[in-house]
């Protein structure tokens, strides 16, 4: 075991604070990355307040994390010291179920590792990216691409590929139209993949507030969903809908934006039910999907994706100790599009 820096929660609701702990010693198929940078995700503040449920104390959140392999064990093959890398939202699952089988990992039959807030293997707990150093089995650790700046690349690991997945799974591409709900962190990505993939997108926000960065990003077309008779205006105009929204909101309305056989993703997480009608998806043979993040393979592919489209997220970097402001700005909506952390300010 060895000494390791940190910023943790000590119990529900409590402010990030300066933390060690000991990480497991470099096994043979294991690799030790010196993070440079983390991104601060919302479900980060979920858990980190026990919003959900379940929390183990102390955590030390991030799922975005980049870095340099440091170390390698004996019999390590695929990466070498000095390589840039990254781990996303797990770092270990069964291996052996039919969902790892197929790369799923996301699915695993027995659970996935999370790379926080987990339990390992060994019987401890996980603790996650705002920190010095993490040592990852290699099977779960990405390459990256060369030439993008990594602390753009941090958010992918989760942002990334939960949008990416879906739009390549349901076949997303030229000629159809994709309305992308919400433009946060997520959203933001959707609207960068969609566009690469070659969809005609439009992104859809309660206020016009939003309008001058969907233009920069690229979107073809900006509605503001809050003025009366907008969502019935648009009712039935959409291949393919991306909801990234986790906050209550009517679901039928939305769903009549799809054509016949349009496909209405949900990446966002509402903490409260959602209605749905029947008849909204009867009556025009639509299909309601819910996808979470990516398998191992998907996620490499969605980085190579990214790499080759000169895609990252717009980011707002910051120091480790502004971390619990930038929870409060992330609450607020406050931040274009994604708080990350230069770990060096960690000392």
Not at 88 to 102: E, P
Request: proline content about 4%; hydrophobic content about 40%.
């Amino acid at each position: 075991m060895f000494r390791t820096k940190g910023f943790a929660a000590q119990q529900a609701g409590a402010a990030l604070a300066p933390f060690t702990f000991e990480r497991r010693e470099v096994g043979p198929n294991d690799i030790l990355i010196q993070i440079r940078y983390c991104g601060v995700c919302h479900s980060d503040i979920h858990q980190a307040r026990d919003e959900w449920g379940g929390a183990i104390f102390p955590m030390v959140p991030g799922h975005e994390i980049v870095g340099t392999v440091e170390q390698v064990g004996a019999a390590v093959n695929k990466f070498q010291i000095g390589d840039s890398v990254g781990v996303g939202c797990f770092v270990d699952s069964c291996r052996t179920c039919a969902s790892c089988a197929k790369g799923l990992e996301q699915y695993c039959e027995t659970g996935m590792i999370f790379t926080y807030n987990g339990m390992d293997k060994d019987g401890q707990p996980t603790y996650g990216g705002y920190s010095n150093h993490i040592v990852v089995d290699e099977q779960y650790v990405l390459t990256i691409s060369d030439g993008l700046p990594l602390e753009g690349v941090a958010p992918l690991l989760c942002a990334g590929i939960t949008t990416y997945s879906p739009l390549r799974q349901w076949g997303v591409g030229k000629g159809h139209t994709l309305a992308v709900v919400g433009l946060g962190g997520l959203g933001h990505m959707a609207v960068k993949i969609g566009l690469a993939m070659g969809a005609d997108v439009t992104v859809l926000s309660r206020s016009d507030s939003k309008r001058p960065d969907a233009v920069r990003l690229g979107a073809h077309d900006y509605v503001a969903t809050s003025q009366e008779g907008t969502l019935t205006r648009l009712a039935r105009n959409f291949d393919f809908v991306i909801d990234t929204i986790s906050a209550p909101h009517d679901l039928d309305a939305h769903l009549e934006l799809l054509k016949t056989d349009g496909t209405y993703i949900l990446v966002g997480a509402s903490p409260e039910s959602i209605p749905v009608s029947a008849f909204s998806l009867i009556l025009r043979r639509r299909r309601l999907v819910g996808s979470l993040i990516g398998g191992i393979r998907e996620t490499q592919e969605m980085l190579d994706f990214c790499g080759e489209h000169g895609l990252t997220s717009d980011v707002e970097v910051i120091p480790i100790s502004q971390i619990n402001e930038a929870y409060e700005r992330v609450i607020r909506g406050d931040v274009k599009f994604r708080f990350v952390i230069d770990m060096a300010s960690l000392g």
